[in-house]
């Protein structure tokens, strides 16, 4: 069974700081990992994929990844409150079906 | 261009009635994904197509549950004998295989309300 876990929060950060969202996987042939940001009431869009270890920076965020320790993390910095949402982790291994966690929910309060 | 569509957008039906939902993909998009979401949960993998194979199915599609890529363009998924459990957003989402970011194109939802 392929699991993909997350906390669920609430995560509830002040504005201008870093929000910090983890995510563990089981699946060690795993190779694409993805972070979607759900607004409630709209469908996943995404943010981030890093396919290799290390950390990729885009903007505001950062993805990092640790594959032997199934850990796939989002770093967001100076937290906005349109950056309140739900972050969703989701995990591919080659050829198959892209599984998400359940979704931590982020609020970040002005 | 035009993003993934998916028709209806709202459904209520009662308990025991069939339901179909369509799903119209990206153009070029080869592969099409159905997942359900339920609140507060992430969304849950049903199938998944390449062109008009279905490639994958998950424990979570019962009998009463089928999906169709005919021509590898548009697909349906039905819903059998509807139950109350079955009441849920159903998202469709599409990709290009062999792009370079795997992101999934995700449709605004069809949901579905069983009485």
């Known amino acids: 069974q392929k699991e993909v876990e997350q906390n669920s929060g609430p995560l509830s950060v002040p504005e201008g700081a870093i929000a910090s969202l983890n995510c563990t996987y089981s699946d060690r042939g795993s190779q694409s990992f993805f972070w979607y940001r759900q607004y409630s009431g709209k469908s996943p869009e995404l943010i981030m994929s890093?396919?290799?270890?290390g950390d990729k920076e885009d903007g505001r965020f950062t993805a990092q990844l640790n594959k032997a320790s199934q850990y796939v993390s989002l770093l967001i910095r100076d937290s906005q409150p349109s950056d309140s949402a739900t972050y969703l982790c989701a995990v591919r291994q080659a050829g198959t079906a892209l599984i998400f966690g359940k979704g931590t929910t982020l609020s970040v309060s002005s | 261009d035009t993003g993934v569509s998916q028709d209806p957008r709202h459904k209520i039906t009662k308990r025991g009635q069939n339901v179909t939902f369509r799903c119209d993909p990206i153009s070029e998009h080869n592969r099409l994904y159905w997942y359900r979401q339920t609140l507060g949960q992430g969304p849950e993998f049903l199938t998944y197509f390449q062109n008009e194979a279905q490639l994958e199915k998950s424990r979570l599609l019962s009998d009463r549950f089928s999906a169709e890529r005919p021509k590898g363009s548009f697909s349906t998924l039905e819903i059998q004998r509807t139950e109350q459990g079955d009441s849920a957003m159903y998202l469709c989402a599409s990709i290009q295989t062999g792009g370079d970011t795997g992101e999934l194109f995700f449709g605004e939802g069809s949901r579905l309300t069983v009485l």
């Open positions: 890093i396919y290799s270890n």
